[in-house]
Structure formats: structure tokens, C-alpha cells
């Protein structure tokens, strides 16, 4: 029995943390190690996806009272974490990636809010790995299906008020574990990327509020960059997400903003040459087959926790692109108006 299970007390509340890992090794003393220092009552459950790089090896020897779960594949992201939590013992979930470090305070004061409030999220302030600028404070999900980070590139001094926000990120949120249960939990149609929006939309559908905690920092490997590969995650998991929550009629009535993304999807697909086209294609092909799970669910309900417009300072790199998006994003208003 290791020191961790010895001092475990089924009677305090306590946040079991989930870490996924796929050939992280080189990531985990930094992230462990600052996890541990944490003050609030934790265990920590690493789920390894069938790493080449000796994760679960190393863990073992340096980290023996991290609990390790070893997937005999590499399931994906979504899934891991489902495994993680059907061994968590924690009220509370805190899932994290193991790309980060976290700082002094982090766990306490992202589970706060968990303590005295009902059907809440929290999601804390990343820092980008070098703690230079901001990463995100709360994703921005688009009712598009787009989705975006939050502050991307700012000063960490800023956003520092808790608010309600538009999404979490799948790099770190808390939950109670009831309620990661009760919403499904990631759902595993996502390998990896946009499981995080879908889990927003279906916590918004249900009622629920994410809230973005300040005070709760931490520094995770992150620049912003889409390679062919990674737009194709993005592109077939946002025609999943459209699929899921929206019916025909909504689509059409969604029709002036849909073009709008086609065209400044493809866009970005053409300036990545023929891989970036490809993998376009394939996306589309693949999310619109992709067997799903419709959500019936409140649409104005939904809408109301959606951001209307995109940023347009993220994924350009001229003046004719940034004149694009503002005129795409008067479409989006003028549409998101229209059906709210």
C-alpha cells in the first residue's frame, strides 16, 4: 500500500486529478512534481495510452504513489480520461494535461467554487509554457462550431476577474464527479481535439455554467499552430458537434454563417497546399458519415452561452484575411440575431 492510499480518508473531500499521457515522459518530473505540491487533499491517476518513450516505467520509479492505469492502446484523449475517472475515488474531477505546470494554489482555488455551488465548471488561467504570456482563460466556442482560446498572447496580468466563459479547455478543468457522470463524459467518437467544445455545449444544453477562476494558474506547452493533421481533428469534430446539437431546420437557418466557415475553413485548407486540401476533404467526408448521437436540447438555451463572433486576431497573417473575418463576423451577428 503506498503512502498516498495510507493517508487516504474516504470521509474528507478530495480531488482525484486525472493526467493522460501519450510519449510524455519528457514532460512529467515538471508537471508531477508541481502537482504534488499541492495543498489540497488529491490523488493523482496517470492514464498511459501505450507510450513508446518508458512513461509508465519512469512513473513507476520516480512517482510511486501516482496511481497508473496503462491502456493496452492508444484510445485517444476523451477516452483516456473516461478510464481515469471510473478509478477516481475524489468528489471532485480535475483533469490535466501532462504538458503543464501547475502553480501554488492552483488546486484550491479551482475546486473552491465546487464546494458551495451547484452545476459548475471551473476552468483555471494557462499561461503558456514559459509563463510569458497568456494561453487561454476559457475557450471561445463559436455556434459555428469553431472554437478559440481566450486571451491568446496576453500580458498574465490581465483577465484577472472570475466570469462566466464560453468553453472550457480540455488542458484543465474541475468537476464534481457526479456530474462529469451525469453529463456522459467526453465522448469518445473525438480522438483528439474539439472534446472539449463538445463537452462545453452539452454542459451549456444542460444547464450548466462554466466559470473561469483567476486565481487558478498554471504554464502548459501550447503555440498556436494547425498543421494539416490537426485540422482535420478540428474540421471532422466540428461537423460532429453541428450534427450532434442542431436538426435540418437549424442548419438551414444556419446556413449564411455555415457558408461563411466553409469558406474561411477552406481558405486556411488551400494555404497548406494539397496535404492541408486533403485532409479537408477527408474531415468533411468523415464527420458528416461519422454515426452520432443527436442531443435534443433548449436551442436559445444553447445559443446564449455560444460566442456570436470570432476573434480576428488568431490564425491570419495579412490585412485582406483580417478584412475577411470582420465581415464574417457581421454575417455571424446579423444570423445569430436572426435565430435567437
Request: glycine letters at 8%.
Amino acid at each position: 500500500m503506498t503512502e498516498q492510499e495510507t493517508n487516504f480518508n474516504p470521509l474528507k473531500k478530495f480531488a482525484s486529478i486525472i493526467i493522460v499521457t501519450y510519449n510524455h515522459k519528457h514532460f512529467l518530473r515538471k508537471c508531477l512534481d508541481s502537482v504534488l505540491n499541492q495543498e489540497y487533499p488529491h490523488e493523482i491517476i496517470l492514464v498511459d495510452n501505450c507510450s513508446g518513450d518508458g512513461t509508465v516505467s519512469y512513473v513507476r520509479e520516480y512517482f510511486p504513489t501516482v496511481k497508473i492505469i496503462e491502456n493496452l492502446t492508444n484510445a485517444g484523449y476523451g477516452a483516456g480520461n473516461n478510464l481515469g475517472i471510473k478509478h477516481a475515488r475524489g468528489e471532485y474531477i480535475v483533469i490535466l494535461n501532462p504538458d503543464t505546470i501547475v502553480h501554488e494554489g492552483w488546486l484550491t482555488a479551482l475546486i473552491s467554487p465546487l464546494e458551495c455551488e451547484v452545476n459548475v465548471i471551473t476552468t483555471p488561467k494557462i499561461l503558456t509554457y514559459d509563463g510569458f504570456t497568456i494561453n487561454t482563460c476559457g475557450n471561445i466556442n463559436h455556434f459555428t462550431g469553431l472554437n478559440f482560446t481566450r486571451g491568446l498572447g496576453a500580458n498574465p496580468d490581465q483577465y484577472q476577474n472570475p466570469s462566466s466563459t464560453g468553453g472550457i479547455s480540455g488542458a484543465c478543468f474541475a468537476i464534481r464527479k457526479h456530474d462529469y457522470i451525469s453529463l456522459g463524459g467526453f465522448d469518445e467518437v473525438f480522438f483528439v481535439y474539439n472534446e472539449d467544445s463538445d463537452f462545453s455545449w452539452n454542459a451549456f444544453q444542460r444547464g450548466y455554467t462554466i466559470k473561469y477562476i483567476p486565481n487558478s494558474v498554471l504554464q502548459h506547452h501550447y503555440t498556436l499552430k494547425v498543421s494539416p493533421e490537426k485540422l482535420y481533428h478540428l474540421e471532422k469534430g466540428r461537423y460532429i458537434i453541428l450534427r450532434k446539437y442542431f436538426s435540418r431546420k437549424d442548419m438551414i437557418l444556419l446556413s449564411p454563417s455555415l457558408s461563411v466557415t466553409e469558406i474561411l475553413t477552406w481558405g486556411y485548407s488551400l494555404k497548406q497546399g494539397k496535404k492541408g486540401i486533403r485532409n479537408k476533404i477527408k474531415a468533411m467526408t468523415e464527420g458528416l458519415q461519422q454515426p452520432i448521437k443527436k442531443v435534443r436540447c433548449d436551442k436559445d438555451l444553447l445559443l446564449s452561452h455560444l460566442d456570436a463572433k470570432i476573434p480576428d486576431t488568431q490564425l491570419i497573417s495579412n490585412v485582406l484575411e483580417r478584412v475577411i473575418i470582420v465581415i464574417g463576423n457581421c454575417i455571424f451577428l446579423l444570423n445569430y440575431s436572426v435565430i435567437k
